[in-house]
């Protein structure tokens, strides 16, 4: 029989659960990028999620019977919505990355491919303002700018857009909630 008893699920969540709307995404920009940065995009960043993560299986039929071993990891693609500001800092900034990765006009773009890929950290925070876990996607560069859209019947609204980021696998670090860190100093 299952525990009913709603102290026990209370007890399970010490802290209260963690919180979606306590995050911020930040960028380490690459080094084609230089003498320009982004310093908007820890507040202007509206929404994102932690990116799904999934090791496909390889079948293989043994006997009748179709075995499944551990194949590859996949990491799903990062994705942000973007508040936009009127001096559009970051969609400038992140479509001259990606004209800089494969020019709009000429179809050239950077060799190395060191110089083109940056980190996106997507932080989450306890609601003292601690952090508590990061991720960190390496090797990332935005795929995909979409579209703002624009009309005549959204007068009191902000634009946003979403991009989606590629990259080829994530980090992840955890501290120390806040009460925990304030429990071992009062011990010390």
Request: net charge negative.
């Amino acid at each position: 029989m299952a525990d009913l008893d709603i102290s026990t699920f209370k007890s399970k969540l010490e802290y209260g659960g963690a919180r979606p709307s306590l995050f911020d995404v930040t960028i380490s920009q690459p080094s084609a990028m230089s003498g320009t940065s982004i310093t908007t995009m820890a507040t202007q960043c509206s929404v994102s999620a932690i990116p799904a993560l999934t090791v496909t299986p390889i079948e293989r039929q043994y006997l009748g019977r179709t075995v499944k071993i551990p194949g590859d990891m996949v990491f799903a693609d990062l994705s942000t919505t973007i508040i936009n500001s009127e001096d559009y800092e970051i969609r400038s900034f992140c479509e001259e990355w990606m004209d800089k990765i494969n020019g709009h006009t000429n179809n050239e773009g950077i060799s190395d491919s060191t110089s083109w890929q940056g980190s996106v950290f997507l932080t989450q925070y306890d609601k003292s303002g601690t952090m508590i876990m990061q991720y960190t996607f390496k090797d990332a560069w935005p795929q995909t700018i979409a579209e703002v859209a624009l009309s005549y019947d959204t007068a009191s609204d902000i634009e946003v857009f979403d991009i989606t980021w590629a990259y080829n696998y994530y980090t992840t670090a955890g501290f120390e909630h806040a009460a925990d860190a304030a429990f071992l100093s009062d011990q010390e």
